[in-house]
């Protein structure tokens, strides 16, 4: 599977932006998708993941409710949406799925090296 991740852009603090990332190439139903960030000269850290159903999701701790993620299987698409946004969220958001996961295990996602496929990265920039 092909991911493409996009809807970046530079937001005021508080500000929400929806960032999509939109697969071809397989049954995307099958794959679990998870979202990762990168801070410049950070680690790639976790944000969430989401089923291939779209009925189970787990954050990472730092989210705190501000972001939501959901996918759209017609359209090949899983959303991650983020609100009250703050300087600390800018970084390049990935993208990234693996198959065939089964919901007891969907939280090893949470690890850069369960994925198996990614997409290419969108920027968000907060500004203070």
């Known amino acids: 599977v092909q991911l493409q991740a996009s809807g970046g852009g530079l937001v005021q603090t508080g500000g929400s932006l929806t960032l999509s990332c939109t697969a071809s190439?397989?049954?995307?139903?099958?794959?679990?998708v998870a979202w990762f960030r990168q801070a410049p000269g950070k680690e790639r850290e976790f944000v969430g993941v989401i089923s291939g159903s779209g009925l189970s999701t787990h954050d990472a701790d730092f989210v705190e409710g501000r972001f939501t993620i959901s996918r759209d299987n017609a359209k090949n698409t899983v959303y991650l949406q983020m609100t009250s946004l703050k300087p600390e969220d800018t970084a390049v958001y990935y993208c990234?799925?693996?198959?065939?996961?089964?919901?007891?295990?969907?939280?090893?996602?949470?690890?850069?090296?369960?994925?198996?496929?990614w997409g290419q990265g969108t920027l968000v920039t907060v500004s203070s």
């Open positions: 190439g397989g049954a995307f139903r099958t794959y679990a």
């Open positions: 990234g799925a693996r198959r065939g996961v089964i919901l007891s295990n969907l939280y090893s996602l949470s690890r850069v090296e369960e994925i198996a496929y």
